[in-house]
């Protein structure tokens, strides 16, 4: 099997089990998890970040910050599938006793930090990136960040320090779906062009179309080997909801959660 191949069987096999996760657990941003479902799997199964499941602190490891926290319970099907722990907590999905809540945290095995409240993951990613530069190490340290999140001024610090630091070791993405909690990003407060905004702050921007698979894994296997000064940020467009088309039409699908019985027709039909 060609690896654009099996990337796109893992996205659709992780797209399935996110929405039985919502299934058993309504609670889960699950329109911000469809989104960067895509992102998630070119990191892991194409084999972009260097990991190990079974020494999840080995210094040799890239680091993912995700940032967007509450809407990444796409990456619980992937951690499991891995081996990060047994496939049998994705049906237990915040259940008393489960390790997996309806928002994650980094008592999971496979997540960096605690990145609850919006705004603070690129900081710490950025402290990571400095001390493995300054230890004079190879890991590199990719992020993983919603656009709304961009609203928050401790991004824009985060953005100085960067590019004031050099630190050509990090790596941001930018799950560019448009939609904040509230309604369309344009409507809220409009951050295009969002490309040269980051090249004014000392930022090598590229973009892609964040469903595309081939685009996806292609530009961020270059971002992983490009040493070049500077920071890398990569926008990927994106559909809030993606797959689901009552989510990719309304401004409020943040919050919004489907029916028992829309997501065993969305599961038939996705088979």
């Known amino acids: 099997m060609e690896l654009m191949e099996y990337l796109e069987k893992k996205a659709a096999w992780v797209k399935q089990e996110t929405l039985k996760i919502h299934r058993i657990a309504p609670g889960i941003r699950l329109a911000s998890s469809l989104s960067c479902i895509e992102l998630l799997t070119a990191l892991y199964y194409g084999k972009i970040l260097k990991y190990d499941p079974a020494d999840i602190y080995c210094e040799e490891r890239d680091r993912l910050i995700i940032s967007k926290a509450h809407g990444s319970v796409s990456f619980y099907p992937i951690l499991a599938d891995l081996g990060y722990f047994a496939l049998e907590e994705l049906g237990r999905v915040g259940k008393a006793g489960s390790i997996l809540g309806d928002i994650p945290d980094c008592s999971i095995p496979g997540y960096e930090t605690v990145n609850g409240s919006l705004g603070h993951g690129l900081g710490v990613a950025c402290g990571v990136a400095l001390a493995l530069k300054r230890k004079k190490r190879a890991e590199k340290v990719f992020v993983l960040s919603g656009d709304g999140e961009l609203y928050e001024g401790s991004v824009w610090e985060a953005i100085m320090f960067a590019a004031h630091h050099n630190l050509n070791n990090l ?68 559909v809030k909801g993606k797959g689901v088309p009552r989510l990719e039409a309304d401004s409020l699908c943040h919050i919004r959660a489907l029916k028992t019985e829309e997501i065993d027709q969305l599961l038939m039909e996705t088979k």
């Open 171 to 238: 790596v941001l993405v930018i799950d560019n779906n448009k939609i904040c909690m509230l309604d369309y990003c344009t409507r809220i407060l409009n951050l295009e062009p969002l490309d040269e905004k980051f090249r004014a702050f000392g930022w090598q921007p590229s973009e892609v179309d964040g469903h595309n698979m081939k685009e996806v894994y292609s530009a961020l296997q270059s971002l992983k080997q490009d040493g070049s000064a500077g920071p890398k940020v990569l926008i990927a467009n994106t």
